[in-house]
C-alpha cells in the first residue's frame, strides 16, 4: 500500500517520495539480516549505489542511519556508496579480450575501469604510489602453469 500513495505530481518528488519510504525498511533488513545475499551483477550493484548515493543526498532517514552505521563500525555502506574502479593485469591479449567484454556487456563498466596493467606487481605499485584512492579491486589473471586449470582470478 506504501507505494500506491507516492507523490507522482513530478518525477524528482515520485523518486524523491518512494527513496524515503523504501530506503530506511530495505537498509535495515540488509543490515540486519543473518541470511546470505544474492550476489548482485556490476551494473546491478552500481545502480543500487547510484541510488543509495541519491537517497544520502535527498533523504534526512537514510543519513542519519548512515551515520548511525558508521557509528557503529559498519563499513557496508560505505562500500555500496563509494564505488571504485577495477584495475586488471597481466596485460595479455585474453584480459584486453575480456576488458572489452565487460564493456560491451555492462552499462556501468566504463564508469569503474581504471585500466589495464602489465603485471599484478605493476598495478599495486602505481595504484598505492600514483594516489589512486578510488581503487576498487584489481583483478589479477594468473596462469597454472599448464596444470590443464586455465587462468584463474586472483
Not at 3 to 32: E, F, H, I, Y
Not at 54 to 74: C, D
Not at 93 to 117: C, E, I, K, M, T
Amino acid at each position: 500500500g506504501q507505494l500506491r500513495d507516492l507523490d507522482t505530481s513530478t518525477w524528482n518528488a515520485t523518486v524523491t517520495d518512494a527513496v524515503a519510504r523504501v530506503t530506511p525498511a530495505l537498509l535495515t533488513g540488509l543490515l540486519s539480516s543473518s541470511s546470505p545475499l544474492p550476489v548482485p551483477s556490476l551494473d546491478e550493484f552500481a545502480a543500487l549505489s547510484y541510488a543509495a548515493q541519491y537517497a544520502l543526498e535527498s533523504n534526512a532517514g537514510f543519513r542519519q542511519l548512515y551515520r548511525q552505521a558508521t557509528k557503529l563500525g559498519l563499513s557496508t555502506l560505505g562500500n555500496l556508496l563509494h564505488l571504485g574502479k577495477l584495475a586488471f593485469a597481466p596485460d595479455t591479449p585474453a584480459v584486453r579480450q575480456l576488458v572489452a567484454h565487460l564493456n560491451a556487456s555492462h552499462a556501468f563498466f566504463d564508469n569503474h575501469f581504471a585500466g589495464v596493467w602489465s603485471t599484478e606487481e605493476a598495478a599495486v605499485a602505481e595504484l598505492n604510489t600514483g594516489g589512486k584512492s578510488d581503487l576498487w579491486a584489481i583483478v589479477s589473471f594468473r596462469d597454472d602453469g599448464g596444470r590443464g586449470r586455465g587462468w584463474g582470478v586472483a
